[in-house]
Nanobody
Framework: QVQLVESGGGSVQPGGSLRLSCAASGFSFSSTTMSWYRQAPGKEREFVATTGAVGGATYYSDSTKGRFTISRDTTKDILYLQMNNLKPEDTAVYYC???????WGPGTQVTVSS
């Protein structure tokens, strides 16, 4: 069955970087659109980035484009989110998402503060 497990979260100062990982299993990862979402305390879950199959298009929210990069390693079935120039407003639990099956990982916490 589909399983998504995020990792790589942590606490960083503004301007810092983190790379999140999502280990995927139970489906054809390379041919499946994958996304990252996030949810800040007291806020609704919001879209961050998405990528199609390997070589496919990528899309980013206005608040993250230019700073975040979504990618995947099909050899390891891992989805990545490279986050640079992090801002306090990026603080949230980040979730790996497979839209086709409406599957979600349990999330990983990212905290950006000085």
């Amino acid at each position: 069955q589909v399983q998504l497990v995020e990792s790589g979260g942590g606490s960083v100062q503004p301007g810092g970087s983190l790379r999140l990982s999502c280990a995927a299993s139970g489906f054809s990862f390379s041919s499946t659109t994958m996304s990252w979402y996030r949810q800040a305390p007291g806020k609704e879950r919001e879209f961050v980035a998405t990528t199609g199959a390997v070589g496919g298009a990528t899309y980013y929210s206005d608040s993250t484009k230019g700073r975040f990069t979504i990618s995947r390693d099909t050899t390891k079935d891992i989805l990545y989110l490279q986050m640079n120039n992090l801002k306090p407003e990026d603080t949230a639990v980040y979730y790996c998402h497979m839209p086709r099956r409406t599957a979600w990982g349990p999330g990983t916490q990212v905290t950006v503060s000085s």
